[in-house]
Nanobody
Framework: QVQLVESGGGLAQPGGSLRLSCAASGSVFAIESMHWYRQPPGKQREVAATITRLGSTNYADSVKGRFIISRDNAKNTVYLQMNSLQPVDTADYFC?????????????WGQGTQVTVSS
């Protein structure tokens, strides 16, 4: 009923930029907090950035000052602008959101998009 679909991953050179998008579709009444998680190869998944419904943001120390999370509530979409990318940013990136659907608040995950930073 509700799907999160990420796009925008790929290959970037060190120092480069990428912009990820994640759109919610289906029976979406409203979206509370939205998050970007990332999972480097062989490591655990970790939260990279969070944005609340009203636009308050929070970042992991490892991405603070380089990544910017934003959202377009009219489009049910969250973005992650990634600047000054480094090889340590190589990971699968996942969108996560708390979504009101059918009178119930549930947590949803996207399928993930791969980001590789390499020269």
């Amino acid at each position: 009923q509700v799907q999160l679909v990420e796009s925008g991953g790929g290959l970037a050179q060190p120092g480069g930029s990428l912009r990820l998008s994640c759109a919610a579709s289906g029976s979406v009444f409203a979206i509370e907090s939205m998050h970007w998680y990332r999972q480097p190869p062989g490591k655990q998944r970790e939260v990279a950035a969070t944005i609340t419904r009203l636009g308050s943001t929070n970042y992991a120390d490892s991405v603070k000052g380089r990544f910017i999370i934003s959202r377009d509530n009219a489009k049910n979409t969250v973005y992650l602008q990634m600047n000054s990318l480094q090889p340590v940013d190589t990971a699968d990136y996942f969108c996560n959101a708390d979504i009101w659907n059918g009178g119930r608040l549930s947590n949803y995950w996207g399928q993930g998009t791969q980001v590789t930073v390499s020269s």
